[in-house]
């Protein structure tokens, strides 16, 4: 059975960094390119970021690029957020999902951003 | 970039009554290997979303067949054929081939009249 588990979320004041972790399971991890979409509670679905099999290929949306960083563990299954200057506007629930057709996703881990 | 509009963005519908939520993209979802991908999600209260329909109209494993997808090109419907207490909660559709790399609606939320 496929699981994705992130952690890593909570509060964090504004300038702050976080790194949000995706633990996966019940499939073969290297296979599959990954995703980081966001939710800030009670609004819609926002796409992060991606990498690709190997992590030599990444992309970002343009709020933030240049402040969040993604990488994966192949060998140990996870998927990693690495997230900088963080800002007010970051404050969201991040699930990992599988895949480029986001045929899974993890139960979510909210990062709060506030003074 | 690729703009997914949803409508409508509330749905109050009575049990066992049909529902309908219509999605539009700005550009073809038709990729170069002939297939569309649209996908459609389901987020109940309190969860985390779960796909629904792949690929215009696929349903999931453990999906009922009471969940129907269809369209081409930019147009998509996503039908409920019976609305059970069970269906509550947020559809997104969502495309998977323009940039940014997933691009949601802005969600159709369905709710009991």
């Known amino acids: 059975e496929v699981h994705l588990v992130e952690s890593g979320g909570g509060l964090v004041q504004p300038g702050g960094s976080l790194r949000l972790s995706c633990v996966v399971s019940g499939f073969t991890f290297s296979s599959y390119w990954m995703h980081w979409v966001r939710q800030v509670p009670g609004k819609g679905l926002v796409w992060v970021s991606r990498?690709?099999?190997?992590?030599?290929?990444?992309s970002y949306a343009d709020s933030v690029k240049g402040r969040f960083t993604i990488s994966r563990d192949n060998a140990e299954n996870t998927l990693y957020l690495q997230m900088n200057s963080l800002r007010v506007e970051d404050t969201a629930v991040y699930y990992c999902a599988r895949g480029n057709s986001a045929d899974y996703w993890g139960q979510g881990t909210l990062v709060t951003v506030s003074s | 970039d690729v703009v997914m509009t949803q409508s409508p963005l509330s749905l109050p519908v009575t049990l066992g009554q049909p529902a309908s939520i219509s999605c539009r993209s700005s550009q073809s979802l038709v990729y170069s290997d002939g297939n569309t991908y649209l996908n459609w999600f389901q987020q109940r209260p309190g969860q985390s979303p779960r796909r629904l329909i792949y690929?215009?109209?696929n349903r999931d494993s453990g999906v009922p067949d009471r969940f129907t997808g269809s369209g081409s090109g930019t147009d998509f419907t996503l039908k409920i054929s019976r609305v059970e207490a069970e269906d509550v909660g947020v559809y997104y559709c969502m495309q998977g081939i323009h940039w940014p790399m997933y691009t949601f609606g802005q969600g159709t939320y369905l709710e009991i009249k």
């Open positions: 990498i690709n099999v190997d992590g030599s290929s990444t």
């Open positions: 690929r215009v109209s």
